[in-house]
């Protein structure tokens, strides 16, 4: 079966355009939709990703028509490959049933890869820069070393319950079991 899906973003713009090339494409049933391409949530997209069968063929106007970002453009294609379905776009003339759609598909993949790989490194790096000026990125931490070794060593004296020492210190208990387990793993506090 050949299956199509048309996309807009806001209720003003209009499926039309892309309804009759699908239709010229040979769509014999068509998933309309109206969201944002950058959201997740679409529930016609995951209808049409979940009825999809061996053989089928995805049918979309535009590639961004399916999603703006490239990361879920690939899950999406990952999903229609899993359904053992083709892929066609017809603007950007990509057809996964043919060797050549498959390779470009693949292109795309290893471009994305890459892109993942740069963020990545630039990510690292800058986190790295940050430690070196003493800046620790991420949530500050919620007990002082004071607070943890006074934990632990109300913990271990059996002063207090680590639940003692969770409302104590206005934490929640699975803090205060990490405490004492870093202290099992730390043998010099």
Known sequence: MITGYARVSTDEQATAAQLDALSSGGCERVFEERASGGRWDRPELHRMLDQIRQGDVVVVWKLDRLSRSLKDL?????????????FRSLTEAIDTTTPAGRMMMQMVGVFAEFERE??????????????????????????????????????????????EAARIFGVHRSTISRVMREALSDPIT
């Not at 690939?74 to 083709?86: Q, R």
């Not at 800058?126 to 007990?143: E, F, I, N, T, V």
């Open 118 to 163: 740069i963020i990545r490194e630039r990510t690292h790096a800058g986190l790295a820069r940050a430690r070196k000026k003493g800046r620790y990125p991420g949530r500050k931490p919620k007990l002082s070393d004071d607070q943890r070794q006074e934990i632990r060593d109300m913990v271990r004296s059996g002063k207090r319950t680590e639940a």
């Open 74 to 86: 690939l899950s999406i294609m990952e999903k229609i490959d899993a359904a053992g379905a083709g």
